[in-house]
């Protein structure tokens, strides 16, 4: 098992930034990709930003160069800078793992914070 524990939502008028952490905890294999995905009210979930192990990162084309992805393979976190939020950067932000167990690629995911802009 992995669990997740996100921190750094809140609220922020638009133009300014916000960084998420997020650390993982848990015995067992490495992970292999960390990230961050969003659900706004009323829409699906969908991925804002991937990093794996061996170093690729992976942006939704709405937040690339504005949001940045880093990770702390030692310590198993994740971060999520996010510079010049938007309005529409308003969503519940979900922490994400992806571990290989031995037989197959299992999901985890963080309870989510919260990240609202204001206009």
């Known amino acids: 098992q992995v669990q997740l524990v996100e921190s750094g939502g809140g609220l922020v008028q638009a133009g300014g930034s916000l960084r998420l952490s997020c650390a993982a905890s848990?015995?067992?294999?490495?992970?292999?990709?960390m990230g961050w995905y969003r659900q706004a009210p009323g829409k699906q979930r969908e991925l804002v930003a991937t990093?794996?192990?061996?170093?690729?990162?992976n942006y939704a084309d709405s937040v690339k160069g504005r949001f940045t992805i880093s990770r702390d393979n030692a310590k198993n976190t994740v971060y999520l800078e996010m510079a010049s939020l938007k309005p529409e950067d308003t969503a519940v932000y979900y922490c994400?793992?992806?571990?290989?167990?031995?037989?197959?690629?299992?999901?985890?995911w963080g309870p989510g914070t919260q990240v609202t802009v204001s206009p």
């Open positions: 848990g015995s067992g294999f490495s992970i292999n990709v």
């Open positions: 990093f794996t192990n061996g170093g690729r990162t």
């Open positions: 994400y793992a992806r571990r290989f167990n031995g037989v197959v690629f299992a999901d985890y």
